[in-house]
């Protein structure tokens, strides 16, 4: 797959104004007033989009809708940057819809993590831009994750993010293209247009609520693919309510302890309570010696 030539939204500033969107499950009002609370004493305008407490079941809102407020965000040339309310499932209905020749021409922050995912690679492989893998407003107020989003949009640097009790389990030192997210998300997307083939690659992982035997299909289904034998080197985020944590990593050392790249576990990043904010699409440097991973570029303008 040829990737477009990569693209980066402004730098966030002040008095700026961010969209907030639903592009997935549906949200409640009380579940993300505290993170419009934390955008607003930055401080930011919020623009909320017109769909962003609809629901139709387990969606927020019908497809159509919920595209609509993506390209609406990304045309208003007053809106800086657009952070997404919650996760679930719904994000892959809207690819084929999506306007993406609108995003390329109007690049802007985008953050969101979990489902989410499909968003975030396939506006990588389809435009070119720099996005951010980072928390959802439901989530923005655990721990440190707003003070180091905000750090990352709003200043012009690279970022390094150490390992928490992290295990090797490949020695080495990587570099290549940072890109993945969320497991079961990244999976569903295979052997379509909007994954790339990894090679060459440090892919991230991380996962809720799967159990070790569906973890280990996902990863044999990664292995099968041939994917994970072409990467620069792998590392995994929070594995959540996933089994315990010593069958986890038994299992995560099992599968891809055989792989000839540098593999670790334990970055902070994912649905644990510490969800690091990391850009996607950028050169990044995988080092077990010191147990870091590192982006040196900048993910704004």
Not at 261 to 266: D, K, N
Request: glycine share 10%; net charge negative; with cysteine.
């Amino acid at each position: 797959m040829a990737l477009p030539s990569l693209i980066k939204g402004p730098r966030l500033k002040p008095n700026q104004t961010v969209g907030i969107i639903s592009p997935s499950s549906p949200v409640e009002k009380s579940e993300i007033s505290e993170g419009l609370q934390l955008l607003e004493s930055f401080p930011l305008k919020v623009r909320q989009g017109r769909h962003l407490l609809d629901r139709i079941n387990y969606l927020a809102g019908s497809d159509h809708d919920r595209v609509s407020d993506l390209h609406e965000m990304f045309s208003d040339t007053e809106v800086k940057a657009v952070f997404c309310a919650r996760g679930g499932y719904g994000s892959a209905r809207l690819l084929k819809e999506i306007d993406f020749s609108l995003i390329r021409n109007n690049p802007k922050i985008f953050v969101g993590f979990s489902d989410l995912t499909a968003l975030l690679i396939a506006l990588y492989t389809q435009c070119g831009l720099v996005t951010i893998h980072g928390p959802t407003l439901t989530n923005l107020p655990h721990d440190k994750n707003w003070e180091h989003l905000s750090r990352l949009i709003a200043t012009s640097q690279g970022t390094q993010v150490p390992f928490h009790d992290g295990a090797v389990i490949t020695e080495g030192k990587a570099r290549g293209i940072l890109l993945g997210g969320n497991l079961s998300t990244l999976c569903s997307l295979l052997d379509t247009p909007y994954v790339p083939s990894f090679e060459g690659m440090i892919l991230l992982i991380e996962d809720k609520g799967e159990t070790p035997y569906r973890l280990d299909r996902m990863l044999t289904q990664l292995l099968l693919s041939d994917r994970l034998n072409k990467l620069a080197g792998l590392v995994v985020g929070h594995m959540v309510d996933c089994g315990k944590e010593e069958e986890v990593n038994a299992l995560l050392h099992e599968r891809l302890g055989g792989l000839p790249i540098p593999v670790a576990a334990g970055l902070p990043v994912g649905h644990g309570g510490e969800n690091i904010s990391l850009p996607l699409g950028l050169p990044a440097v995988l080092d077990t010696e010191r147990m870091v991973l590192e982006i040196e570029e900048s993910a704004i303008l």
